[in-house]
């Protein structure tokens, strides 16, 4: 999969790098000052990297946790995000992933301690309130996990610290590292998304939605919470009625009461990002729906945006107490 | 083989002395177009391009920004460094793909995409390059005068999975240097021709995918003829146009268009149309 590593030398020794390093024995290492000389040159081609990311070990130097953007939450007040790795195993078109960097090779922050300690401070600042951290923003961490163990690390950090609610974005049907720890209360496997036929186009390399809900389903009987992520909503000819299916597909397999939280937005890019997908997927007939409005974002039109919403919500409101629904947007 | 006819094709070879470059004349066909102040080569039917650089990283830079301006490279250029070097780890004739570039003046290093070494099973192997030929070898890697020069100017006038450098390995600790004459290295490059090809091929490829990234959506040329358009009307424009291709595969825009219909108007329309 991976025949090149850069590593900085830095961490080169550390244990968590070494067995990183030692799941690729055919691949080429090379070492480097810094991960900007590899990540950041400009004129690097996100698309064409992504036929072959390279690996890069690195260690993170500050900002370890971030305010989440606003209106991004699932119930608590505070929300935080971290990012122990930027890039992503799978290929979604709408991916704002190829906009925002100039590389598709995959960045893993090995230094994991230094985020937890972090993520305590955080905790400690906010007293007895109660904060969420979201993982699974800048890439899908459990799509990831048989190279970082990064849930694995971070699940009994978390049991650690009932006020803080964890919660984990993705599309990957790997349970392993579920099957190895028991649930845990404040931890949210939350998946993105979206009627089968549209993933099929647009979730490239992802698993597909009917085995999200299979895997979703397992988590769910095992006790893990679940969250669903409706984000982004895509237009198209029919989506009234697709997005009607998934939903019933999804709370056939699924009791409500191991729903966590709902959350659904639809697809928005700040407008830097979308010429760029639009170069890269000209054909694309989903983002052709799409414009920039007035602030310089590109979206639907808002009489879309409202109409989805609102359908979704109602739809939605056929299965699950609408207090779980969470706007993004 | 390179496709003739594909319109995307752009490259260009910097190499120091003749005959490292002789090889690859003959192979891609390629005249003399120029002597001074850097002897130029190019082929008739595609545009592909070899400078004779010289040696050193003054030169390496120089001839690379010379070509750049004299053969009106476009930014979806293959850019290609090739020559021998010395290694202590690797035999005469090995032929190699440079993987991460140092100096012994800079500080930056660099670090070609393997997106270009991808099937191809050459060695790929660090190039220190020096300011005079070097003799100890003191660490493990390829050593040469150029390659730091010609990546560190490239790099900036092309994508950098296109910016590659390949060397052959034509001395090793103990070597007596006066012995590497001209027809000895037309010999080592010659057992590699085929490779070298390869490498290009897989260049290529990447190119084509770049190509198909940058061209203008369909219509876009005939429409800006037809009407002037402001440079940010044209932004606009071609993001309309390739939803429009995309959306209405078999709806000619140009239909849309009325005699008397300002820019503004047209852009107007097209969004109209696009909206659900
Ligand atoms: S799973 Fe998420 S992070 Fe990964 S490619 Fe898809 S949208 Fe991007």
Known sequence: MVDTIYVEDEIIGTKKAQEIISKFRHAKVTSIKRFGEVFNPSNQNFRIQKTNPALILAK??????????????????????????YNCLYDCSYCFLQGMYNSANYLVFVNFHDYQNEIVKTIKRHKEKKVTFFTGYDCDSLAMEPITNFINDFIPFFSRYKKALFEIRTKSINNTVFRKHDPLANCIVAYSLMPEALAQ?????????????????????KGWRIGLRFDPLIYCNNWKDQYAELFANIF???K???????????LRFPKSFFNKLLQYYPNSEELSFLRSNDKGIISYDQSIENEMNEYCRLELMKYSDARKFFYCG | ??????????????????????????????????????PVYKNKDLDMWLILSGIGQLNAVAATSYLYVKSDASYNTIWINFGIVGSRNFKVGDLIQIDKITSSDFQDNYYPSPSAFKNNNIERCNLISVNKPEKLFESDGAYDMEGYGFFSFAKKIAPYELVSVLKIISDAPGTDLSKIDRHRVEILVSKKI???????????????????????PKYFDEICLQKKFTFSQKVTLRKYLTQWQARFPLRNPLEEIGQRMTASQILKKFSDNLLR
């Open chain 1, 256 to 266: 409500e009461e191991n729903i966590h939280s709902v959350s659904f937005g639809s």
């Open chain 1, 252 to 254: 056939k397999e699924i």
């Open chain 2, 1 to 38: 083989m390179i496709e003739k006819n594909f319109e995307g094709v752009s490259v260009r070879w910097v190499i120091a002395l003749k005959g490292e470059a002789e090889e690859i004349i003959k192979n891609y066909a390629m005249e003399r177009v120029e002597t001074t102040p850097f």
């Open chain 2, 194 to 216: 085929q490779f070298i090809e390869k490498v290009l091929e897989n260049l290529l490829d990447l190119q084509k995918i770049i190509f198909l990234q940058l061209r203008d």
């Open chain 1, 60 to 85: 993170k130097q500050k900002g370890f946790v971030l305010d989440a953007p606003k209106g991004f939450g699932i119930g608590d007040q505070d929300n935080y995000y971290f990012s122990h790795m």
């Open chain 1, 201 to 221: 186009i647009l979730d490239k390399k992802a698993p597909s939605v009917s085995a999200r809900i299979k895997n979703m389903k397992y988590l769910a009987n």
